[in-house]
């Protein structure tokens, strides 16, 4: 079982920056790949950025190309999204998830492959 906790969000400007965090307690984090997922009030919950579990490889939606950056530190149990230049389209609930099952240079791109969800965090971009 593996626990997670997203913080970091809150109400920016467009153009403004960001940083989410996501930390895990329960088993060794470096056996998951990790991923970033965001909700916005009536749509579906979308893909955002996934990294490996020893964070070698990475991969992005299209949307956040170039803007938002994925990392990861499995000393301190913790995946990071940090979020450059904000739209207002990037408004939503972030969520972050532990696959369990992805091989070790794995990437994981859709939402049931995932194991375990956090809570989210609320982004909120005002133009």
Known sequence: QVQLVES????????GSLRLS????????SNYAMGWFRQAPGKEREFVSTISRLG?????????????TITRDNAKNTVYLQMNN???????????AADAQAPLFGLVTSPPEYDYWG???QVTVSS
């Not at 970091?8 to 153009?15: E, F, I, K, R, S």
């Open 8 to 15: 970091g969000g809150g109400l920016v400007q467009v153009g």
């Open 22 to 29: 996501c930390a895990a307690s329960g088993r060794t984090f």
């Open 56 to 68: 070698i490889k990475t991969h992005y939606a299209d949307s956040v190309k170039g803007r938002f």
């Open 119 to 121: 809570q989210g965090t």
């Open 86 to 96: 904000l739209k207002p389209e990037d408004t939503a609930v972030y969520y972050c």
